[in-house]
């Protein structure tokens, strides 16, 4: 195993201590919800990447720290410009990249994910007669068909019956399921960079349909030095953090994240959690902004950026805030902590719960952005895919 990165020493060995208002200060200026950037791709740069497992997220995320919310500018750097990019990534989840920072993500964690994914689908498919020859036969038929143009999942099914074939996982568990050779191909060989999601196939912005296409070329980086750039986007987003938030948040091992961070050269600082990272120079007090609101999504990437939360998310919230796969639903935010939570009514009415008493001030304030919200959304009805406690309650 990797030794821990060195770490600072300030006076007599003792190390440079970041307080938790620290940490929230941070939270409001670089997350830009204190305050608000000109564009989406600024966006999604300060914040590493937006999630993208439930669409919606993508463009509420945005909303919240953009100065003019609304979907045209996030559909038009999705589906148009293509500044940013839907793929696979950490943790096998998808996100939202801006463009420069695909291949890094593709090659640090992406094509990992894919060798295991690999050896899943032949292991999942196996009886059926998939093996390996089959398998890339069956994507040499994909990328001809894509090459033709774009299409849906539906629509290559059709073009090509094998992706249709189905088997049964998990007979005789309770989560046991039939799943298509389409269903767990298609991601694959996006995780190998062969395919990329874009367009969106009808409905609305907060539809989950979107064209399958041939991925452009892309930079080449070595895994160890795409690991170590990654962890430097993380850390200029969310330093300090432990090596247990940045293991969490890759899903990488402990050895890559810490050789990661001596790769970059970070900085260990004192939390009350325990020893954390930032990258050097990075030890000043940041200036507090004024006291700031916001209404964040499921899965916005500021809540889900930590493993250990207890700074600004307190501990008897949770039960309330996330689902019991660890996924937070959507949350009410005053100066840097998680003070309750919101929902959109079937009649799009935005409705909101405090946890904690936070004065006036705030009450005015979070008012003021959940009116802001629904102005933007313009009638768009938002469930979020996962559903928590207290959006279920406030929703019905």
């Not at 695909?102 to 998939?130: C, Q």
């Not at 894509?146 to 059709?158: K, M, P």
């Not at 325990?274 to 902004?289: I, M, N, Q």
Request: proline share 7%; charged share 20%; with cysteine.
């Amino acid at each position: 195993m990797c030794d821990p990165p060195s770490r600072l020493t300030a006076g007599k060995g003792a190390f440079v201590r970041i307080s938790q208002e620290q940490r929230r200060a941070r939270i409001g200026v670089r997350h830009r919800l204190a305050g608000k950037a000109a564009t989406p791709e600024e966006v999604a740069a300060s914040v590493v990447a937006l999630h993208g497992t439930d669409p919606a997220t993508v463009f509420l995320s945005a909303g919240a720290r953009l100065t003019a919310p609304g979907p045209e500018p996030v559909e038009r750097a999705l589906y148009a410009d293509h500044t940013l990019v839907r793929m696979h990534g950490m943790r096998r989840t998808v996100f939202v990249v801006p463009a420069a920072l695909a291949p890094v993500v593709h090659h640090s964690t992406a094509l990992a994910i894919a060798r295991r994914e690999r050896a899943s689908v032949l292991k999942a498919f196996g009886a059926g007669g998939w093996d390996e020859a089959r398998l890339k036969d069956l994507e040499a038929s994909v990328l001809r068909l894509l090459a033709s143009g774009d299409a849906t999942t539906v629509e290559l099914g059709r073009l090509e019956p094998r992706l249709r074939e189905q088997v049964t996982l998990a007979v005789g568990k309770p989560y046991e399921g039939v799943v298509s050779i389409g269903s767990r191909l298609l991601p694959l060989m996006a995780l190998d960079g062969l395919l990329v999601r874009r367009g969106r196939a009808g409905g609305t912005w907060v539809s989950g349909t979107h064209y399958w296409s041939l991925a452009p070329e892309q930079a080449e980086w070595a895994a160890h030095e795409a690991q170590a750039e990654l962890v430097s986007r993380w850390l200029a987003a969310f330093g300090p953090g432990t090596e247990s938030d940045l293991k969490w948040w890759t899903g990488w091992t402990l050895k890559d994240v810490r050789r990661a961070l001596s790769a970059v050269g970070a900085v260990a600082v004192e939390l009350d959690e325990g020893t954390g990272y930032v990258l050097p120079g990075d030890t000043e007090e940041v200036a507090p902004s004024a006291p700031w609101a916001s209404l964040l999504p499921a899965l916005d990437p500021t809540p889900m950026g930590w493993q250990a939360r207890d700074w600004y998310l307190p501990p008897e919230h949770r039960a309330e805030l996330f689902d019991r796969n660890g996924n937070v639903g959507p949350t009410v935010w005053w100066d840097g902590r998680v003070v309750g939570g919101w929902a959109q009514r079937p009649d799009g009415e935005i409705v909101w719960r405090l946890l904690a008493d936070v004065g006036a001030d705030a009450v005015a304030a979070i008012e003021a952005e959940a009116a802001g919200l629904a102005a933007w959304l313009g009638g768009i009805r938002v469930t979020p895919r996962f559903r928590t406690p207290l959006e279920r309650t406030l929703a019905s």
